[in-house]
């Protein structure tokens, strides 16, 4: 019942060192595998979806950077915009201005131009009338009721020459 | 009494006759069964889309290794393949007697075997871990005086391995012979799920976890790590 023989006893270490090596390499050793591949693998999209969430942050901030410089620049864009506008404003306005000024000038010109001359052509005919009337004086009778009268038609005269002129 | 008789089953030939005992045979019986059921099951593992069946063996095998690295550290982690192999074999032999056969642990041989190749690895985890000078000297740990109850110590741990786990077995196989002589019916199974099934999964537990913290103590240094939670002792002592 109770015999410790030594044969026994190495056939049972070289049983369970054979059977150590059968589980290792049939049972544990892919079952382990396995499960460190699995590890690795849940480690690794981990990893991935970190280094992903990374990124995204990085082009988030990049993003805004880029919005507060487009605002900037649109800001830029617009305040340029207004001042060319103002100076074409003036511009226009000050050759409007200009050109309004030179044509009243103008204008004023012509108007005293032809002031003078119908100045000149009113004497040109006062003359010829003064002509007409000398030749009446010359020819009529000189006394002084004739005189009134040639003076009278004289002033008819001019006035029928001319209604607009009055002394 | 012939029943608690290992038997020689057959004499190899050569140096005198080498006899082999029934519990090598078993033995080998046994390491065929797992042999196959480990091929089976080893197969067409895969990394998603698992099987129920590999998520079984996955949760049994990580339950083991997460058993194992609590206990030894994860300096230990390379033993606990061998670890898991002495509990699956001691687990298989002490309820193998369900079967039919005699189990392979009720043979002091078998156990003695078992134990010494447990001091050899807590031996070599030693070696390896610390060094030899380093293993050496764990023998005058704590202070030198009590080197040479280290020294005893490598007999009296796989003697004590080795006894408890024959004792409880061989225990177990006579009280339940007992109880089917006095009460053949009805009692016998209840007291089988106790005897066999509960108290040879408790066994196999317990030589287990010993050699573990054996090899824990022997790596040094992760001694704090070991749960205290479950002690064998009160086991031992209830038998």
Redesign the interface.
């Known amino acids: 019942m109770f015999t410790l023989e030594l044969s026994n006893i190495i056939f049972t270490v070289v049983n369970v060192l054979i059977l150590y090596f059968l589980m290792r390499k049939f049972l544990i050793g892919p079952v382990r595998s396995i499960m460190e591949q699995r590890q690795q693998m849940i480690e690794g999209s981990f990893a991935e979806a970190q280094r992903k969430n990374d990124e995204a942050n990085e082009l988030k901030s990049q993003y805004e950077a880029k919005i507060v410089s487009a605002e900037d620049e649109a800001q830029q864009i617009v305040a340029d915009a207004r001042e060319k506008a103002n100076d074409e404003y003036n511009r226009r306005v000050n050759s409007a201005i200009n050109y309004s000024n030179r044509i009243r000038t103008e204008a004023r010109e012509r108007i005293s131009a032809e002031e003078e001359q119908a100045k000149k052509d009113v004497l040109s005919s006062v003359a010829s009338l003064a002509m007409a009337a000398a030749v009446k004086v010359a020819g009529g009778k000189n006394d002084a009721l004739t005189d009134e009268s040639i003076y009278d038609d004289f002033i008819r005269e001019v006035s029928a020459q001319d209604g607009t002129t009055s002394y | ?1 012939e029943e ?3 038997e020689t089953v057959f004499t190899i030939p050569i140096f005198g006759g ?4 029934e ?2 045979v078993v ?2 019986i ?2 065929g069964v ?2 196959v ?3 089976f ?2 197969r067409n ?4 889309n698992c099987s129920k069946k ?1 998520l079984l ?2 949760s049994f ?2 339950m083991l ?1 997460n058993f194992f690295i609590g206990l030894m550290g994860k300096k230990g982690k390379r033993y606990v ?2 670890m ?3 509990i ?2 001691i687990g298989f032999s002490n309820i193998i007697g369900i079967f039919g056969f005699k189990s ?1 642990t009720k ?4 156990t ?3 134990a ?2 447990s001091i050899v690895l807590v031996q070599i985890a030693g070696i390896q871990n610390r060094g030899f000078k380093g293993w050496l000297k764990s023998f005058a740990e704590p202070i030198f005086i009590v080197a040479p109850i280290n020294v005893l110590e490598l007999i009296i741990k796989p003697l004590s391995l080795c006894m408890r786990l024959y004792g409880n077995v061989l225990g177990a196989f006579i009280i339940m012979k007992l109880i089917e002589l006095v009460v053949p019916l009805v009692a016998p199974p209840i007291f089988s799920i106790y005897f066999d099934l509960f108290d040879g999964f408790i066994q196999a537990y317990v030589f287990c976890f010993l050699t573990s913290l054996y090899i824990s103590e022997a790596i040094g240094e992760e001694e704090e790590t070991i749960p205290k939670a479950s002690s064998p002792g009160q086991i031992e002592e209830h038998k």
């Open positions: 009494m608690l008789n290992c080498i006899g082999v005992s519990a090598v033995t080998w046994i390491m797992l042999t059921a480990a091929i099951l080893g593992l895969t990394i998603d590999q063996l996955e095998f990580g290794d393949p061998y898991m192999t002495i699956i074999y392979p043979d002091v041989r078998v003695a075997g078992l010494f190749m």
